[in-house]
């Protein structure tokens, strides 16, 4: 089933046609904590800014939140070197990467949302409906 799908969506990952271009044109650069694995292009022949090219493959569903900051900014040319090379300083106050999950089961529902049943706390006696007059 898994090459049926590399063959046939976008969306599981890489295609059968990214994974050949990858494979021949690309190095392996390092995998982060998610499974998600980063390559560079052994060239620039065809880049469009004399830069290598430089290509994710994700770990299951192809979602770009997915991929942490320190590897947005080495695919983005940001940082010269990997994370695994020389790693991004972090800050005290930074919370761990997390992708996005909105439109799945683990979205966000805060409390008087339809997802959540549609309950929503009792009007505070400030309000004042409006009556045409």
């Known amino acids: 089933m898994n090459l049926l799908k590399s063959i046939f969506t976008w969306w599981n990952g890489a295609t059968i046609g990214a994974r050949f271009t990858i494979g021949r044109r690309g190095v392996f650069i390092g995998q982060d904590d998610t499974g998600n694995r980063y390559y560079e292009a052994k060239d620039n022949s065809d880049s469009y800014d004399d830069r ?10 192809a979602e770009a939140s997915k991929v942490p900051a320190e590897w947005h900014g ?8 990997p994370p695994t090379r020389e790693a991004l300083p972090r800050k005290a106050w930074e919370k761990d990467h997390q992708p996005n999950l909105t ?3 683990h979205a966000y529902k805060p409390k008087g949302s339809l997802g959540r049943g549609g309950e929503r706390q009792a009007a505070s006696g400030d309000y004042e409906a409006w009556k045409p007059e």
């Open 74 to 81: 080495w695919l983005h040319h940001t940082f010269v070197e």
């Open 103 to 105: 439109g799945t089961i």
């Open 52 to 61: 290598k090219r430089r290509w994710v493959i994700y770990e299951g569903y």
